[in-house]
């Protein structure tokens, strides 16, 4: 299994672009999230989805759209990128739906917004 | 609101040092608490976790967590670090299905 994967690894951005990060995981986990690490702040959701079709937000959510067409993917839209944004993006799944039940991070993707 | 809170930012220890690193979270119902490890350069991996049972739990490479529940705390404790330990801690609370919060997590640099 390649676990979750994440592309692209790093980019770059001007203010106002468009893009979309990619998260796709191989594992059959029914729960997917996006969160963002900025520095002294720790990791702070995004959104998730706990299941195709099923998307929530999470605390920081403005500024990003996702989608869940699929079991196996999740990608995270920006849709008018802001110096805000800048920041390491990480993808995570889940199996299940215990709470004890570990997540499985993405390598993450290192965005920056001019 | 919920919240997680790492005390100690930067730790700088020495080799074969004792290390704790503080967790208290922010929660009166039933918790799930977690600890991840970030490598320099790589991905979040999960060192421990608890969600039942004996509060002493351990983990991967020789770390250890408690958790009392009248502190609200679960706490990282290693005997004796290395200089590999060095890496980004975070404390982090399931409350509900996948929602996982984070402490701002605490850079540890082991010196040789």
């Known amino acids: 299994n390649a676990g979750v994967t994440q592309t692209p690894k790093f980019q770059v951005l001007k203010t106002g672009q468009s893009m979309t990060l990619q998260c796709a995981q191989d594992?059959?986990?029914?729960?997917m999230s996006w969160y963002r690490q900025d520095p002294g702040m720790g990791l702070r959701l995004i959104h998730y989805?706990?299941?195709?079709?099923?998307?929530d937000q999470g605390e920081v959510p403005n500024g990003y759209n996702v989608s869940r067409s699929t079991t196996e993917d999740f990608p995270l839209r920006l849709l008018s990128a802001a110096p805000s944004q800048t920041s390491v993006y990480f993808c995570?799944?889940?199996?299940?739906?215990?709470?004890?039940?570990?997540?499985?991070f993405g390598p993450g993707t290192r965005l920056t917004v001019l | 609101a919920q919240s997680v809170s790492q005390h100690n930012h930067h730790v700088i220890l020495s080799e074969a040092a004792s290390l704790e690193l503080g967790c208290n979270y922010s929660?009166?119902?039933?918790?799930?608490l977690f600890w991840y490890v970030q490598y320099p350069g790589q991905h979040l991996q999960l060192l421990l976790k608890?969600?039942?049972?004996?509060?002493l739990v351990k983990g991967i490479k020789g770390f250890e967590a408690e958790f009392i529940k009248s502190k609200f705390s679960f706490n990282l404790r290693k005997p004796s670090v290395q200089w590999s330990d060095t890496a980004e801690y975070f404390c982090?609370?399931?409350?509900?299905?996948?929602?996982?919060?984070f402490g701002q997590g605490t850079t540890l640099q082991v010196k040789p």
């Open positions: 608890y969600f039942s049972g004996d509060p």
């Open positions: 982090a609370v399931n409350l509900n299905t996948g929602k996982l919060i």
């Open positions: 929660y009166g119902g039933t918790v799930n």
């Open positions: 594992m059959n986990h029914e729960y």
């Open positions: 989805s706990v299941g195709a079709g099923i998307t």
């Open positions: 995570a799944s889940l199996k299940g739906s215990a709470r004890h039940n570990e997540q499985f």
